[in-house]
């Protein structure tokens, strides 16, 4: 097992990705995620932003390349070692995957559960989540009672309950009016401050001047778009208290 | 509806992130305690005894357990029969005058006496052989209104019923017959467990054929929760995903499966034992009505009921087994 430099929370090097024995969906992506910054991840349908998040948290492995998260090599990894990387990431899924027989409760606790988090200790974190993402009155109810913003924010708080080094969210604000993506934005900013590395995949460009610190990782047909190098080669800047 | 507090993150700040408690190993937390905090919520959803497994494993246990008994009782009847016959002799003498029949068992019996390890000895009446043999050769020899000597029907031979101290094995029956041959020629000495070799085959044929259902029946167990463990993983995949994708071990995951499967399997276990119990019991007791040596020597004893528990037992092992195997079988086919 291989480490990467130190501080550098993800790197793809020459990655490629292919479905069978389809064309490549995603050809030679190099980057590096740094700790603390905050990533838009934009392109067209079918530009590959799905596939590449879905290598970052470690839904799939590339077919060429290399991938590092947290100093470990992914793709030489184990795969009964994969589990202790996931658990240090926070996804949120574009179709929410709530639990759909757990309440809002249970949906955000899962994590922690997963986590081996003694049952004593996770009451009181679900709870303050829940109530961070407005939804204190709705611990109890179950996913399909609860609206497409509550859902998505289920989905957030789920994500975060476990303070991830890295926070990944496909299209977060797709299935909410444009004052409730804002709020949302606004959470993962919040996330972000705390040290979170956060990656969010849109296509909606008035939410990238929200966050004027932000850096831009442009899909087109399955590469990257990088012309200064800012992507491969990032400025550094301090890391959040993680 | 309250709205997002994106400020409020005092509290959230201070705790802290799961990755900073998580052990090295991620099989550190188990399947066990997973699935015990499961219990509160359940991360699969359990419809316990809906399904039709518990009740397939509560028939099949049953029948296992039925067929097992049968398979105790047919072992005891042969050990009953084996025992019993196992020191014991016949000598016949083959002598069609009456008068001279007697004379020659009664000399025979004397020899018999008089050879160490002999126990008992005892001629057997000729009336009593009379009515024994009656129902199927009619008026004989000797029959209890017709006197001894009187030679007034068939011939039978005179019998003599010994017991030898120890079994009644060929080197042994070859040196009595040569003590008795040369004494009373007309003698013929048998050991009586050879007059049931026959039956003694069938019973150790039926035994197996019983063990050969267990074992049938066991796989079908297997077969049949291998498929249910299959629907259920195909009815929770998306659930499944998604506590992979946090985190979860196969382990973790199989732990919940094999949890849910092993209350179904002892619920159905425990019925189907019930059951064969009450089924076993009540056939013991007809066939001890029958009040027929060979068939009350197959009762079962406190120790075969012992060992009828098990097969519960098995049956739930199995069936958690199964479980595990099919669910980490189809998480190694997710990265």
Do not use: C
Not at chain 2, 18 to 26: E, G, K, R
Not at chain 2, 58 to 78: D, E, K, P
Not at chain 2, 122 to 127: F, K
């Amino acid at each position: 097992m291989s480490s990467a430099p130190v501080g550098e929370i993800v790197q793809f090097d020459n990655v490629g990705l292919r479905y069978e024995s389809s064309r490549e969906v995603l050809t030679d992506i190099s980057f590096t995620l740094f700790p603390g910054s905050f990533y838009f991840l934009t392109g067209a349908s079918g530009a590959g932003k799905t596939s590449l998040l879905r290598l970052l948290y470690l839904a799939q492995r590339p077919s060429r390349g290399v991938v590092r998260m947290f100093g470990t090599d992914t793709i030489t990894l184990p795969r009964d070692r994969l589990p202790l990387l996931r658990r240090r990431l926070g996804v949120v899924f574009q179709d929410f995957r709530l639990v759909s027989h757990l309440s809002a409760f249970d949906n955000v606790a899962l994590p922690l559960r997963v986590a081996g988090v003694a049952e004593s200790e996770l009451v009181q974190p679900v709870r303050d989540m829940l109530e961070w993402v407005g939804l204190a009155d709705r611990m109890a109810a179950r996913p399909a009672t609860l609206s497409g913003g509550e859902q998505q924010r289920v989905a957030i708080a789920r994500a975060v309950i476990g303070r991830p080094q890295l926070l990944v969210a496909d299209e977060p604000t797709g299935n909410v009016d444009p004052d409730m993506a804002l709020k949302l934005l606004r959470l993962f900013e919040a996330m972000n401050r705390l040290g979170t590395t956060v990656v969010v995949a849109t296509h909606d460009a008035h939410l990238l001047r929200q966050v004027p610190d932000s850096l831009i990782m442009r899909l087109d047909r399955g590469r990257l778009s990088d012309p200064t190098g800012a992507l491969r080669y990032p400025p550094r800047r301090a890391a959040g208290p993680v | 509806m309250s709205e997002p507090d994106p400020n409020g993150l005092g509290r959230l700040s201070e705790q802290p992130a799961v990755s900073d408690a998580l052990p090295d190993d991620p099989s550190g937390v188990s399947g066990t305690q997973t699935a015990r905090r499961a219990r509160r919520a359940e991360i699969v959803p359990q419809d316990r005894l809906q399904g039709p497994i518990p009740w397939v494993i509560a028939i099949m246990v049953g029948l296992m357990v039925i067929a097992a008994a049968g398979a105790l009782a047919l072992r005891n009847t042969g050990q009953t029969a084996a025992s019993d016959l196992a020191g014991g002799i016949t000598v016949q003498i083959v002598e069609a005058r009456p008068e001279v029949r007697a004379r020659l068992a009664a000399r025979a019996a004397e020899v018999l006496r008089r050879q160490p390890g002999v126990s008992e000895v005892a001629i057997v009446p000729p009336g009593e052989l009379a009515a024994l043999v009656e129902p199927w050769l009619g008026r004989v020899d000797g029959a209890p209104d017709d006197p001894a000597g009187a030679d007034s029907g068939l011939p039978v031979p005179a019998l003599i019923d010994a017991r030898l101290a120890g079994p009644a094995d060929p080197a042994r029956l070859a040196a009595l017959g040569a003590a008795l041959r040369a004494e009373v020629p007309a003698a013929r000495v048998d050991a009586q467990s050879t007059w049931l070799t026959p039956v003694f085959g069938a019973i150790e044929s039926l035994t197996w054929l019983a063990l050969a259902l267990i074992v049938l029946l066991g796989l079908a167990t297997g077969a049949a929760v291998l498929l249910a463990a299959r629907t259920a993983l195909g009815n929770n995949r998306a659930t499944i995903e998604i506590v992979h994708l946090l985190g979860g071990t196969d382990a973790q995951i199989a732990g919940i499966f094999q949890r849910a499967t092993a209350l179904d399997a002892a619920g159905g276990s425990l019925a189907g034992f019930a059951a064969a119990w009450i089924v076993v019991s009540l056939l013991g007791r007809t066939f001890a009505a029958l009040q027929a040596g060979l068939v009350t020597g197959g009762a079962l004893g406190w120790g075969d009921w012992a060992l009828l528990g098990l097969i519960p037992l098995a049956a739930v092992a199995l069936a958690t087994l199964t479980a595990r195997w099919t669910v980490m079988r189809a998480l190694k086919g997710m990265l």
